[in-house]
């Protein structure tokens, strides 16, 4: 069954549970997330990274346009216009991101591309992310699977429209270069 990396990404991410994230994330101390003032604020640098959390990614209201199609693509500029430019001004630059894995694609039992959430997959959350709660990372080198535990990856991040068959998908991307914690590239 061929199923589109939109839909993929909303059905897993509605069977996360709320209750077992707010276990892992009790007082706050394993929260991978800048806070709303943070949000607020110009983003901290870690190793030349720039640090980027979801209440960042997600700090703006999102409507994905309609179907144009199979094949077409919908209106850029309506897409691009939702998009602030102090977002649209972290595209191309290098920057860490921490979140929960969904594996999309592997090769030799390597995950190679995956959706980066803030949630985590666990059954109960009803939660339907919008499109800027969401980053599709491509791992050149490939990693195990890991969905239990946040993971920071560093790479470079790429803000604008992902299609896939006429879909937007996403509206960032993102490249590792590597990940942290390091025992998964061990």
């Known amino acids: 069954m061929n199923r589109s990396v939109t839909e993929c990404v909303c059905r897993l991410v509605r069977t996360l549970g ?16 800048a806070t709303a003032a ?19 990614l997600a700090s ?6 309609p ?12 897409i691009e216009d939702q998009i602030p430019p102090a977002v649209k ?7 860490a991101v921490t979140g929960y894995m969904l ?5 030799r039992g390597l995950v190679t591309e995956l959706v980066l959430t803030q949630y985590t997959v666990a059954k109960g959350n009803t939660n339907d992310p919008t499109i800027n709660e969401w980053i599709i990372v491509k ?13 920071t990856f560093f790479g470079v991040l ?6 896939e068959r006429g879909y937007l998908v996403a509206i960032y991307e993102f490249t590792a270069e590597r990940v942290s914690p390091q025992y998964l590239l061990e």
Do not use: C, N
Not at 60 to 65: L, S
């Open 18 to 33: 709320a209750g077992l994230l707010a276990a892992l994330m009790g007082s706050g101390a394993l929260s991978p997330w």
């Open 60 to 65: 703006f209201p999102f409507t994905p346009p």
């Open 139 to 151: 791992v050149p080198a490939g990693l195990p699977a890991q969905t239990l535990l946040p993971i």
């Open 67 to 78: 179907f144009a199609g199979e094949g077409r693509r919908a209106d850029l500029a309506a």
């Open 103 to 107: 594996p999309l694609k592997s090769k």
């Open 38 to 56: 943070e949000s607020s604020t110009p983003p901290e640098l870690i190793e030349g990274y720039l640090k980027l959390g979801f209440s960042r």
């Open 158 to 163: 790429k803000v604008g429209a992902v299609f």
């Open 89 to 95: 001004a972290w595209s191309g630059r290098k920057a």
